[in-house]
């Protein structure tokens, strides 16, 4: 059902750099819990709507009122690497 | 009787009568706190700020020490959600419950130990190692609030704060002996509670007993102008709901619930809370919600692909844990995300985030996750038309007590299915509480759930208050066995 | 280079247009939506994508995105809902974006543009909002990027075309007409300059007479309208040089350099690829009852291709009068104004057209920023009329109008600028005139009448200029007659 290969494939949409090991494990356990899944092909879902929402909320807005930012200091302090008032990364190869 | 073992409505009668100050209640829980919670590890974080009892301070209305489970923000206090990922953010914010608390006064001792992202149903599954069962310290107390449970059982707080996604208030609020309540969806504001499945979690109260449960839902529920999916009715006064009667009540005790795996102690102290309902007034029949063989499965698909995609942000871009690995794999930036991730999330994190990625991704959306919310309309609807015909719904909250740690460590799929009888109120919504009903030979706490219509917290009150005030499981303190 | 193009190939272009909207604030949080301020200094908890933050919809960014959708001849759609777009991007806070997925604001419009035959009809496809991304800088620090999230939670809203464009001048004739109307909503600076208007296209190239599509290219870093028609030419001949060798055309993304006028591939190693859209649970779907159409569409301002048409039937303007009277929508309201005071439309038009707009592009400015009054422009064509003012020194009086707000009158009246129109002071400079220039004034007399111009020349200089040259001309006639 589910191989190794998807698992890597699965993990590198997710960013994870999964170690070989752990590929193996994952894969027998998504496999197991995937099986556990197939319980809901045997329902008629042919005239059924999709939930996405329990509680049947429409139009939640707000009005177009500027509310005070966060002051740049407090912003960038949340980051341990951050230079002159940006967050710092590894360089983004375009 | 120590001043930390009262329930709040006790404390604040005690206050108003001048008995005791807040200064008091709260010196008398944090030292109990200190001594007990280095066996139980109940708590991963004490809060930075402890309160301030000066003249300058105004009078609390509600002046009860109260521990946050690890995913309710605090501005500027420490909050991982017990992930290695999140290791040192500091929100500068707080969440809208926070600051309903603050505001009551209420006094917040620290952050509790949970499942890493509330993934589990243990608290095993967290960076800081597991919480132990003050019942049996050899034994989880559920998950994944079992920190906020085994602090409120162990009296190292009075109240306790959780998040249900699909029964992680309940299941340890049964394993623990207490009160766990998860509202209706949208009745607690989400803003500033960090996400797990968005469509399904829910703050809620862990107490000592049904009344402080009443108490501590008014001050936080409430529509939140932040939280796009709260919902503006108006908050009653759930104390009010609180009535030792339940003449008239029809109560449902759906078919497919009382099936194998059920521990047979645990069924027989189901059976006699009925009986002690009925003697009370209420009138019990047979339902069924028909679609309860799916809830397992079709929450796990729902709450991880929610997960997958609320966890993306953990990425060392901008806050808690940043690795680079020393070789270069793909490029900087792709081999900071995936050492990053690899290193800070733990095993259960990257199964849901890899099974919620699999179900959303190409080729497997229609047979998976919108399979998932189709099957989620047919439970909901299942909940539509029992209520229909009766006022509550009765269950057991688990198929059995607290099993030991490390057990189920191995197995997830077993452990997934001790939510079996919780997931379906949070895929339909409703309200859901658990109470103590009894013990197990081995004096391990069992949990009734009451389940009720959509912003029916009060007739779950009401139901649940019949019945305490009617036995005296809650009374029971951990060590007095 | 388009021209072998035209025998075997056919091109077919598909444009994505971003615009961001000019809300007060960002579309999901209550942070200024502002340009150029301090990095990081306009963000908050929700737009920096905090664990636990949640988003609540701008009702304005909905609005203004009905109102695209109105003008761009969508249908809107009754009911509309946010999905979440799944990619990790450093300038992505959140690891995915708030976008629209299957139920889009709008579906199914078009906008017409002029081609040698009349107009053409170019299918939008889609209109959708979403949430814009912050801004990377690469080359401030070494081995690192710097993020910027002001930008972050900036209502966006994207427009994308069928594949009906067939050229790169198609491609350059739309975004100039999608432009003008989404300036005329007033939703949007749709400045490409700051990223408030920003395009990326598709393009492939299909043999003549097939109706399936080639593989596309898709092209980025397009700064100008120019950019976008300059890399669709390049990559039209690209494509086809490669297809024509017998190659296949790779799918992929490429870039526009400016300085080398190329594309270029990316090359990057590019990651797996899946957005993995599902609904936001987050938010709540919307609801778009007709009322609400309705009463955005009244507020429409009248749209460019129909002022055009108007103001050619209303005030009989020439095509070319028309279309750059519409091409700024102030110009248009002046340029109306104006006809309140004055029947001289051909005249007030060449005003408009010729020192008007010398003035605005010049000094890089707008109209509402000149202090010009429509009646003062019209007392200035009058004065004209009258005599009072030479062209010349209208064009002076015009001048000093823009620069100081002063009234044509006043300003004549200041510098002394008023033709002399009285005989008896005209008459000594005539006398002088013809009595400094006898040799000319012989060959006039021997039938060389153009000469004449001459005199009335150096009559104005002695003048200085206030002379009114009419006047001097027919002087000088009768004297020379008379003499």
């Known amino acids: 059902m589910i191989t190794q290969k998807d698992v890597k494939y699965i993990a590198s949409l997710s960013r994870i750099n999964l170690k070989e090991q752990e590929v193996g494990r994952l894969t027998k356990n998504l496999e197991a819990i995937l099986h556990y899944i197939e319980k809901l092909k045997k329902v008629d879902v042919s005239q059924v709507q999709p939930t996405s929402h329990v509680f049947p909320l429409n139009n939640v807005f707000r009005e177009d009122v500027v509310q005070p930012s966060l002051h740049q200091d407090k912003a960038i302090k949340i980051s341990q690497n951050h230079h002159q008032g940006s967050f710092k990364v590894p360089k983004v190869i375009e | 009787m120590n001043l930390f073992e009262h329930p709040a409505h006790e404390l604040l009668d005690l206050l108003k009568a001048q008995k005791t100050s807040a200064q008091a209640i709260f010196e008398s829980v944090f030292s109990h706190l200190k001594q007990s919670d280095k066996n139980i590890k109940a708590f991963v974080r004490l809060s930075h700020q402890l309160p301030d009892f000066g003249p300058a301070v105004p009078s609390r209305n509600y002046p009860i020490p109260i521990a946050l489970k690890d995913n309710i923000c605090v501005e500027g206090q420490e909050v991982t959600c017990c992930s290695h990922i999140l290791e040192g953010f500091k929100p500068p914010y707080d969440a809208t419950v926070t600051q309903k608390l603050k505001k009551s006064g209420a006094l917040i001792l620290g952050n509790t130990n949970m499942d890493e992202f509330a993934f589990g149903s243990s608290t095993e599954n967290s960076y800081y190692g597991p919480t132990r069962n003050p019942w049996d310290t050899a034994c989880v107390p559920g998950g994944s609030s079992g920190g906020s449970a085994a602090a409120v059982a162990a009296h190292e707080a009075v109240w306790a704060l959780g998040s249900d996604t699909g029964g992680s208030i309940r299941q340890p609020a049964a394993f623990c002996g207490v009160v766990g309540v998860k509202p209706t969806y949208g009745r607690v504001s989400r803003y500033g509670l960090i996400a797990f499945a968005s469509s399904l979690d829910q703050i809620g109260p862990i107490t000592k007993d049904v009344t402080d449960a009443a108490l501590l839902l008014n001050i936080i529920a409430g529509y939140d102008e932040r939280d796009s999916t709260s919902v503006n009715v108006p908050v009653p006064d759930y104390t009010k709901a609180l009535i030792n009667d339940a003449k008239g009540l029809k109560i449902g005790i759906p078919k497919e619930y009382f099936i194998e795996g059920m521990d047979p102690e645990v069924k027989q102290s189901i059976l006699e809370a009925i009986d002690v309902l009925k003697k009370k007034g209420a009138a019990f029949k047979e339902i069924s919600l028909p679609h309860t063989e799916y809830a397992v499965a079709t929450y796990y698909i729902i709450a991880t692909a929610e997960a997958s995609s609320n966890l993306a942000r953990y990425d060392g871009v901008q806050y808690g844990l940043r690795l680079q690995p020393q070789e270069t794999r793909k490029s900087a930036i792709v081999d900071m995300y995936e050492e990053t991730r690899d290193q800070g999330f733990g095993p259960e994190a990257k199964r849901r985030i890899m099974l919620g990625t699999y179900s959303l991704s190409s080729g497997y959306y229609d047979a998976y996750y919108l399979r998932g919310q189709k099957v989620r309309t047919l439970i909901k609807d299942d909940f539509d038309q029992a209520f229909k015909n009766c006022d509550a719904i009765l269950t057991p909250t688990a198929p059995t007590t607290a099993f030991r740690i490390g057990e189920k460590a191995n197995d997830p799929l077993s452990m997934y299915l001790s939510d079996i009888y919780t997931i379906s109120a949070n895929l339909a919504g409703v309200p859901a509480m658990s109470l103590p009903c009894g013990f197990s030979k081995n004096g391990l706490p069992i949990g009734l759930q009451i389940i009720t219509q959509s912003f029916a917290e009060e007739m779950m009150f009401r139901i649940a208050y019949t019945y305490e005030q009617n036995t005296d499981w809650h009374k029971r303190k951990v060590g007095q066995k | ?483």
């Not at chain 3, 960002?26 to 200024?32: E, H, L, V």
């Not at chain 3, 664990?51 to 969508?74: D, E, F, Q, R």
């Not at chain 3, 055309?249 to 270029?264: A, C, F, G, P, S």
Request: hydrophobic residues 35%; contains cysteine; glycine residues 6%.
């Open chain 3, 1 to 483: 280079m388009t021209s072998s193009i035209g025998q075997k190939f056919e091109t077919v272009i598909g444009l994505e247009v971003h615009l961001q909207l000019n809300t007060k604030t960002k579309i999901f949080c209550g942070c200024a939506n502002l340009f150029g301020a301090e990095p990081n200094s306009l963000t908050c908890p929700v737009c920096l994508g905090l664990p636990g933050t949640l988003p609540v919809l701008n009702k304005a960014a909905l609005l203004s995105a009905i109102k695209v959708a109105l003008a761009l001849n969508c249908s809107v759609n009754p009911r509309v809902k946010f999905d979440r777009k799944n990619y990790y991007y450093p300038d992505l806070p959140k690891g995915y974006q708030i976008s629209q997925y299957d139920l889009p604001i709008a579906e199914h419009g078009f906008v017409m543009i002029p081609v040698p035959e009349g107009t053409k009809k170019i299918n939008v496809k889609r209109a959708h909002l979403e949430e814009d991304a912050g801004k990377l800088v690469h080359d401030m620090v070494a081995h690192s990027s710097l993020v910027d999230y002001n930008r972050t939670g900036t209502p966006l809203i994207e427009i994308v075309t069928e594949p009906d464009l067939r050229s790169s001048q198609e491609a350059y004739d739309y975004l100039n007409i999608l432009k003008l109307t989404l300036q005329y909503l007033n939703v949007s600076d749709c400045d490409m300059e700051k990223g408030s208007l920003r395009c990326d296209a598709n393009i492939s190239l299909r043999e003549k007479g097939s109706t399936q599509l080639g593989t596309k290219t898709e092209l980025k870093n397009l700064n100008s309208f120019r950019a976008v028609k300059a890399s669709l030419e390049f990559e039209v001949h690209r494509q086809e040089q490669l297809l024509l060798a017998g190659e296949r055309i790779v799918q992929e993304t490429r870039l526009w350099n400016d300085e080398k006028q190329m594309t270029l591939s990316m090359r990057s190693k590019e990651e797996a690829h899946d957005y993995r859209y599902f609904p936001e649970p987050d938010l709540v779907p919307f609801t778009i009852d007709q009322a609400t159409i309705e009463k955005v569409r009244e507020s429409l301002p009248e749209l460019p291709a129909a002022k055009f048409d108007r103001l050619r039937k209303q005030y009989q303007l020439s095509d070319y009068d028309a279309g750059i009277i519409i091409q700024d929508q102030t110009i248009a309201d002046f340029f109306e104004k104006c006809t309140q005071h004055s029947q001289e439309i051909k005249k007030i038009c060449n005003w408009i057209i010729g020192p008007l707009l010398q003035e605005i592009n010049s000094r890089k400015t707008g109209l509402a920023e000149l202090s010009l009054k429509p009646q003062d422009l019209t007392t200035l064509i009058q004065r004209v009329e009258e005599g009072v003012l030479s062209n010349l020194s209208a064009k002076e009086v015009f001048a000093l109008m823009v620069e100081t707000g002063q009234t044509p009158d006043a300003i004549i009246k200041d510098k002394g600028l008023a033709q002399v129109s009285d005989d008896s002071a005209l008459e000594g400079i005539v006398q002088s005139v013809i009595g400094e220039n006898q040799s000319v004034v012989e060959q006039i007399k021997q039938g060389k009448d153009s000469a004449i111009g001459f005199l009335v020349g150096q009559a104005m200089k002695k003048s200085q200029g206030k002379g009114n040259p009419k006047k001097f001309g027919e002087l000088i006639k009768r004297r020379l007659q008379d003499g």
